[in-house]
């Protein structure tokens, strides 16, 4: 009874959202156009402050006619949720993964992959280029518009109680994943058994002991809280997946061009503050995890990167090999 008590709300939500799409649309009268925002992130995350930055500049930039509302911390919803919501319209915009964003856009999987970037500065080289800017806007075929890419570090392993140094501890291990086919194959590819489950819900799954660790970046363990959980944190940095601030294409059409103009100066402006926040919170998430007496680990890579080797060669031949290539030229 209680399952299908949640079915039927889960349905009946849905449904408010598609019949009440005044809710989530821009709100304009004669001088204003309100743009809504969601993502799933707390409010001392670096992802919120950078788009309350955002919000700022955006009102500066167009005196006031246009602003922001950003909901937070999942109010709307999973990734997911947003993406789709963004593209019935029912939402403006949102800062998600790109994890969750291949489901709707294949070439996003490449993000994903293990150990596509050699570090930071060759992410960022392949982002800048003509090949990062293909990719920001392979959503528009799906109803999305890709700003920006935000900086969101590399992930790693946190686990409980046990620690890893290498891929062979993680065999038998249930790790959290997020809900992306590409996700859960590198995990098997690692030896570990994936989990999806939505970032919402993995604090209680770690607590209840239903995953025996998660991985994401240093900010995302510490300000989650899940190093009270797991205090194994081994940096081996296994992908680099960035975050991409998304702008419904349903909603984009209805914005004219000096709004679009605004639009892009608020999100241009706001890429390098994103950038140089991430960096500076890494620092500090590190650090703090260090006071706690958190297990740093700092693994030797290379048998990480022999155990991935034989995932990797099943994309040749393939669209994302052809991607894999050119950013390996980037190099």
Request: aromatic share 10%.
């Amino acid at each position: 009874m209680a399952s299908h008590f949640k079915i039927l709300l889960s349905l009946f939500f849905v449904g408010a959202l598609v019949s009440g799409v005044a809710l989530f649309m821009p709100a304009q009268d004669e001088e204003t156009v309100e743009l809504r925002l969601g993502h799933v992130v707390d409010l001392e995350h670096p992802v919120h402050k950078t788009l309350v930055y955002m919000q700022e500049q955006l009102e500066e930039i167009s005196g006031g006619q246009m602003s922001l509302k950003i909901y937070a911390s999942g109010q709307l919803g999973s990734e997911r949720d947003l993406i789709e919501l963004m593209q019935i319209g029912s939402l403006a915009m949102a800062k998600v993964s790109v994890g969750p964003l291949e489901a709707f856009v294949p070439e996003m999987q490449v993000f994903s992959l293990p150990y596509v970037f050699d570090d930071n500065d060759h992410f960022w080289r392949v982002v800048k280029s003509d090949l990062g800017k293909e990719l920001l806007l392979s959503p528009l075929r799906s109803d999305l518009r890709g700003l920006a890419f935000f900086d969101e570090g590399s992930r790693s392993f946190y686990t409980c109680p046990k620690p890893i140094s290498s891929p062979a501890e993680l065999a038998g291990m249930k790790i959290r994943t997020m809900k992306s086919q590409s996700a859960v194959s590198l995990m098997r590819a690692l030896g570990a058994s994936a989990t999806p489950i939505s970032f919402g819900e993995l604090y209680t799954a770690l607590q209840q002991g239903v995953v025996d660790g998660a991985e994401n970046s240093p900010i995302t363990y510490y300000k989650a809280r899940h190093y009270e959980i797991c205090r194994n944190f081994t940096l081996d940095e296994h992908n680099t997946i960035p975050g991409i601030l998304m702008f419904s294409e349903i909603v984009w059409g209805k914005l004219n061009d000096q709004q679009r103009d605004w639009l892009q100066q608020a999100v241009d402006r706001t890429t390098p503050v994103q950038k140089a926040l991430w960096a500076s919170e890494t620092e500090v998430a590190l650090k703090a995890l260090e006071d706690d007496g958190i297990n740093i680990i700092y693994p030797e890579k290379s048998p990480f990167q022999e155990s991935v080797a034989e995932f990797m060669q099943t994309f040749d031949g393939t669209p994302i090999g052809d991607i894999l290539k050119r950013i390996e030229e980037q190099r």
